[in-house]
């Protein structure tokens, strides 16, 4: 069954810290996005990558960093964690727009809090 | 640039009532849309999709979406809501052409009273 996985689930973690948050697909789709979502509020591009070595920041100003060396594994990288990071972040892959049958995929999500 | 619609941020209904969500996108050709269910703590479940054909799309739940061209709007319908609906739903225009980046809207909170 194609999937998407995101680790961990969630992650309290203290000011300072590097932290990755993984990011892996079974469906052997190009396109891979990272969100960020605070509770109940709208989803905001930080990141996204239409393959293997292409990466691109969002819309969202983000001081994550990500990379993309398999096409299944599009890990999101925060070099120093800080308390404006606390948020929900949504992986999610896809096909061309999203026309195959799962449309635009999305993992589970990583709840992270930095205290 | 397309651009995605959700005028209600919150709508409650009563358990069994029909249910309309509102989405109204813009976008210079025919659009790929998208509506997708979250409930709290989780990601987003896709709930059904239009590419072409039929404007009337089918989709999990019990959920439908009727796509009106002429009116720019994909709203979400559910002829009886249960409990168990209460969650977000997202409203999203794909993109292509280029570019493959989805626009969600900014989400409708569904409030169910027994």
């Known amino acids: 069954e194609a999937d998407i996985y995101q680790t961990p689930r969630y992650l309290v973690i203290g000011t300072g810290k590097k932290i990755t948050l993984e990011c892996s697909q079974t469906?052997?789709?190009?396109?891979m996005y990272w969100y960020q979502q605070d509770p109940g509020m709208e989803l905001h591009l930080i990141h996204y990558s239409y393959g293997v070595n292409s990466t691109e920041k969002g819309d969202l100003s983000s001081e994550s960093t990500v990379s993309r060396i398999r096409t299944e594994h599009f890990p999101l990288t925060l070099e120093s964690a800080r308390p404006s990071h606390t948020s929900q972040y949504l992986c999610?892959?896809?096909?061309?727009?999203?026309?195959?049958?799962?449309?635009?995929?999305f993992g589970s999500g990583t709840r992270l809090t930095v205290v | 640039a397309q651009s995605v619609t959700q005028p209600d941020i919150h709508i409650t209904v009563s358990e069994g009532a029909s249910l309309e969500l509102r989405c109204n996108y813009s976008y210079g050709a025919t659009p790929y849309l998208f509506w997708y269910v979250q409930s709290p703590g989780q990601g987003l479940q896709l709930l059904l999709k239009?590419?072409?054909?039929?404007?009337l799309v089918q989709g999990i739940k019990g959920f439908e979406a009727e796509f009106k061209r002429s009116q720019s709007s994909f709203n979400l319908r559910k002829p009886s809501v249960h409990w168990s609906d209460a969650a977000e739903y997202f409203c999203a225009v794909g993109g292509h052409g280029g570019s493959y980046i989805p626009t969600f809207g900014r989400g409708t909170s569904l409030i169910v009273h027994p």
């Open positions: 999610a892959s896809s096909d061309e727009a999203g026309r195959g049958s799962h449309g635009y995929t």
């Open positions: 239009y590419f072409s054909g039929d404007t």
């Open positions: 469906m052997g789709h190009d396109k």
